[in-house]
């Protein structure tokens, strides 16, 4: 198999993590790309998915997968040990319902953090308005949801989500402080973040 990924790729750090953390990293290739690559002409994601994007898995028959959930996915029904995404409802849709939390928090992110760079900073102050708004909001639902008992146990997919995105604000946006007033968002994050996987995934700063 082998991995086509940017290192500044939240999505693309969500398949690298759920790699590390079911032990199949070493099973798979890694195929690095700069960021002007991977939106050039020539880019080598192009030749395997007409989308352009990152992640990309191909796989040994292969066959492309695209798209990090589906990515996911993938990878946890290869993965030998416990699942990071339960699919038989055993723990009561918990992680499904956690990921889905995590995942509009990561997007709400991303949106912001596009909408802030040139040339269409000037027509976005809208956009950057209503991003701001939302991931303040579902930080903030966050935050009671871990002073409820919310994202513990073993690690998950939900888990992996939550804490890629999280660790996408301080090195690349850094004009939301977070942390203040969460003390148990923060808390929960930096927890997260000295796993190996986390560490060894560590996104660039801008």
Excluded: C
Aim: no cysteine; charged share 25%; proline share 7%.
């Amino acid at each position: 198999m082998r991995l086509l990924y940017t290192t500044g790729s939240p999505f693309a750090r969500l398949a690298r993590i759920a790699l590390l953390e079911t032990g199949l990293d070493a099973r798979v290739a890694k195929h690095e790309l700069t960021r002007a690559k991977l939106y050039s002409p020539e880019s080598d994601v192009l030749e395997l998915n007409p989308i352009g994007r990152v992640p990309t898995l191909e796989l040994d028959d292969g066959t492309i997968l695209t798209e990090s959930k589906l990515i996911l996915d993938y990878v946890d029904a290869l993965n030998p040990g416990p699942k990071l995404l339960p699919r038989d409802g055993s723990d009561g849709w918990r992680t499904l319902a956690e990921m889905g939390q995590a995942l509009g928090l990561l997007e709400g992110i991303v949106t912001w953090m596009r909408a802030l760079l040139p040339p269409e900073r000037q027509r976005a102050v809208e956009a950057i308005a209503r991003e701001a708004m939302r991931v303040n909001r579902v930080a903030d639902a966050l935050e009671g949801a871990i002073a409820g008992g919310a994202y513990t146990g073993r690690l998950n997919a939900a888990h992996i989500v939550l804490g890629t995105a999280l660790g996408l604000v301080e090195p690349r946006l850094p004009v939301w402080k977070w942390r203040e007033g969460r003390p148990g968002l923060s808390g929960w994050y930096d927890a997260i973040a000295v796993r190996a996987s986390f560490r060894m995934t560590e996104p660039p700063t801008m």
